[in-house]
Structure formats: structure tokens, C-alpha cells
């Protein structure tokens, strides 16, 4: 059989395969499971083919980010205006906010990407540990802003405005994982 590290489960007491052993879920119409199993083989090959370079699925996740955070941006709207309900704030006025914010996210994501980039340009010793320096003060940027916009913006208490940052983080860094997950494997089994 064709195996595969990504999925090489038993069907029907014998190993998988597209063709001569696929999967069947009787509830499907035939396209659908044609379509399933003809997914996982792409997901096999793919992940076969990036084998144990680490690096390949850093860049799978990576390309899935900015897809994710655009089809989440009106749901971010949403979360934030559940964590200020009662403040006489429109769904617009908090979707201005979550473009401003996801702008930022974006802008940390493509100076990481370009110090990337000039890392494995420049690559030695000194300039590896800059680029990590560097990876890391944009990371800690973003925390830093999104708490800082949200109490400009909204204002009131600054305790209860860390305690819906908190909130709105916890629900968004979830929904972000789970949208760039379905993404990652969406792009390996294509």
C-alpha cells in the first residue's frame, strides 16, 4: 500500500489505500468519499515529502496566518463586542478596531517574515542571535499594542480592560488555532 505518515489507518481489517481499500461512509454520496480519500493521498505524499524539515511546516502555518486572521477579523469584531456590551458601541465602531488591530498583527508578521529573510541572507553567528532578539521584541509588540489600543480606545478601568483583553485573547488565540489548523491541513491534503 501507499501508507503515509499522515494517515495510515486500518479499513475494514486491512491497511488503507485509495484505490483498493478507500474509505466509505455509506451516509456520503460516491464524490464526497472519492473526494476524501483522494485528500488524504495529497496529505500523505505532502507530508512524506516534508518528512522531518520543521522548517516546512513553520512555513505551512505561517502562509495559513494571514488567511485566518482576515476570515476571523469579523468574528474578533464579534468577541469584542460581546466583552464591551452595554457601552453603547456599535458592531462597526469594534470592527474598526479589529482591522487596526489585525493591520498590526500583520505588519509584525511581515517584518518577521523579512527578518527572515535577512537572517538566512546574512546567516553567522551574531546575526542569528540578532534576528532572534529582533523575532522576539516584535512578538512581545503585539500584546503591548493590542493592550494599550484597547484602553486607549475604550477606556474605563484599566483592570477590568486587562481582565477583557484576557477574555477576547483567550477566545481569539483559540479561534486563530483552530482556523489556521483547518487551514494547514487543508493546504497539505491539496
Not at 80 to 103: C, D, N, P
Request: glycine share 10%.
Amino acid at each position: 500500500g501507499r501508507g503515509g505518515s499522515f494517515f495510515n489507518h486500518q479499513v475494514g481489517g486491512k491497511p488503507w489505500d485509495p484505490e483498493t481499500n478507500p474509505i466509505v461512509i455509506d451516509s456520503w454520496p460516491g464524490f464526497a468519499n472519492k473526494w476524501l480519500n483522494h485528500r488524504l493521498d495529497n496529505a500523505n505524499a505532502n507530508v512524506a515529502r516534508m518528512g522531518g524539515k520543521t522548517d516546512l511546516y513553520v512555513q505551512a502555518v505561517l502562509t495559513a496566518l494571514p488567511g485566518a486572521l482576515f476570515f476571523l477579523m469579523p468574528v474578533f469584531a464579534l468577541v469584542l463586542r460581546v466583552a464591551y456590551l452595554g457601552r453603547g458601541i456599535g458592531y462597526l465602531e469594534h470592527l474598526v478596531v479589529a482591522l487596526y488591530s489585525h493591520a498590526w498583527l500583520m505588519l509584525v508578521l511581515l517584518a518577521t517574515f523579512l527578518v527572515a529573510g535577512l537572517g538566512n541572507a546574512l546567516a553567522g553567528p551574531v546575526v542569528n542571535a540578532t534576528t532572534d532578539v529582533v523575532y522576539v521584541l516584535l512578538w512581545l509588540s503585539v500584546p503591548v499594542y493590542l493592550i494599550w489600543m484597547q484602553q486607549r480606545v475604550y477606556g474605563g478601568n484599566v483592570v477590568l480592560t486587562l481582565l477583557r483583553y484576557l477574555f477576547i485573547g483567550g477566545i481569539y488565540t483559540v479561534l486563530v488555532s483552530l482556523v489556521v489548523t483547518y487551514a494547514v491541513l487543508a493546504g497539505i491534503s491539496s
